[in-house]
T-cell receptor, first 110, second 114 residues
Framework: DQQVKQNSPSLSVQEGRISILNCDYTNSMFDYFLWYKKYPAEGPTFLISISSIKDKNEDGRFTVFLNKSAKHLSLHIVPSQPGDSAVYFCAALLRGKLIFGQGTELSVKP | GAVVSQHPSRVICKSGTSVKIECRSLDFQATTMFWYRQFPKQSLMLMATSNEGSKATYEQGVEKDKFLINHASLTLSTLTVTSAHPEDSSFYIC??????????FGPGTRLTVL
């Protein structure tokens, strides 16, 4: 039972344009959502998070939007840069445990 | 700050042998450490949660006798895969958490069982 889903396994974007990564969840008890960036053969690194009581959080080029009624969140990266190419994981926090989505591989082309 | 290391980064072993993976928090004390497993193109799946000095709590479907976890100090946790089989081949990642719930991830260990 996949409680956190990232339905797009990959996304390709041109440098300078916006990247939008999507994530859906099923459990309304999740109280915090996080996005992680992961390079091959490395552990995930924290990118940005949002509390369930907020609908938007912005940090530089990264913005996370949360739509609780739709149980959907998205990560916007603008402008996208080639160095953003990586696998992005959406995760939800429940009672101290992280539940991850399957990841979306972002490729930003120069 | 908040650096977590794992050793080894890669291990290849024969079927039936046991493999120990170490996870260390280098510059902070970790109240809790987590062990995850990731199969190719899949999400990180939480295997177990360990608190220093107490027994690990395993997620449903994870065999505690096969995946032995020891959290002997506030900076070290070990995962031992006992009697490893090819289906145990995976990417194992640990994370360490100080008291504030934030998790810092190690670089992972690639286990290949022949």
């Amino acid at each position: 039972d996949q409680q956190v889903k990232q339905n797009s396994p990959s996304l390709s974007v041109q440098e300078g344009r916006i990247s939008i990564l999507n994530c859906d969840y099923t459990n309304s008890m999740f109280d915090y959502f996080l996005w992680y960036k992961k390079y091959p053969a490395e552990g995930p690194t924290f990118l940005i998070s949002i509390s369930s009581i907020k609908d938007k959080n912005e940090d530089g080029r990264f913005t996370v939007f949360l739509n609780k009624s739709a149980k959907h969140l998205s990560l916007h990266i603008v402008p996208s840069q080639p160095g953003d190419s990586a696998v992005y994981f959406c995760a939800a926090l429940l009672r101290g445990k992280l539940i991850f989505g399957q990841g979306t591989e972002l490729s930003v082309k120069p | 700050g908040a650096v977590v290391s794992q050793h080894p980064s890669r291990v290849i072993c024969k079927s039936g042998t046991s493999v120990k993976i170490e996870c260390r928090s280098l510059d902070f004390q970790a109240t809790t450490m987590f062990w995850y497993r990731q199969f190719p193109k899949q999400s990180l799946m939480l295997m177990a949660t360990s608190n220093e000095g107490s027994k690990a709590t395993y997620e449903q479907g994870v065999e505690k006798d096969k995946f032995l976890i020891n959290h002997a100090s506030l900076t070290l946790s070990t995962l031992t895969v006992t009697s490893a089989h090819p289906e145990d081949s995976s990417f194992y990642i640990c994370s360490a958490s100080p008291a504030n719930n934030e998790q810092f991830f190690g670089p992972g260990t690639r286990l290949t069982v022949l």
